[in-house]
């Protein structure tokens, strides 16, 4: 008891991190988190679509090759640009992989099958050593 009352202030914040999370996992927003690795088997072995929902000026600085780019703030009103692939792995990413699970959240309301959020995000994506392209 005194060692809560000696650290109130992260006690709490642990208390509000687990319970976003908590409520993120029981809410069913977000889509699985996969790792570069997965991505690419996704990409290479499915033919997925990787969604980039970053702002375009991280987009031009640098992106996986044949992504699609449309930013998260606009996600919803472009959806009709990738209906065709409502049936088929899409794999949202981000710079970290905090915007893209509020971007897999609008795909699965909007009935996308298969969405999966890239656990790091670009960053990641680089840390592994595979490629990005500026074209």
């Known amino acids: 008891?005194?060692?809560?009352?000696?650290?109130?202030?992260?006690?709490?914040?642990?208390a509000v991190s687990g319970g976003m999370l908590l409520w993120q996992m029981f809410n069913g927003t977000g889509g699985s988190?996969?790792?570069?690795a997965e991505a690419t088997?996704?990409?290479?072995?499915?033919?997925a679509l990787v969604l980039d929902v970053r702002e375009t000026a991280e987009w031009s600085a640098g992106h996986i090759p044949n992504a699609r780019h449309i930013a998260?703030?606009?996600l919803a009103k472009h959806l009709s640009e990738i209906e065709k692939h409502k049936d088929k792995p899409v794999i949202v990413v981000c710079a970290?992989?905090?915007?893209?699970?509020?971007?897999?959240?609008?795909?699965?309301k909007a009935g996308f099958q298969q969405v999966f959020n890239l656990a790091g995000g670009v960053n990641a994506w680089n840390?592994?050593?595979?490629?990005m392209t500026r074209k």
């Open 41 to 47: 088997l996704l990409i290479n072995r499915q033919d």
């Open 33 to 36: 988190n996969i790792s570069a």
């Open 72 to 74: 998260l703030g606009h």
């Open 96 to 108: 970290s992989g905090n915007r893209s699970n509020s971007g897999c959240g609008v795909l699965k």
């Open 127 to 131: 840390d592994a050593g595979l490629p």
């Open 1 to 14: 008891m005194e060692f809560i009352q000696q650290n109130l202030m992260w006690v709490g914040l642990a």
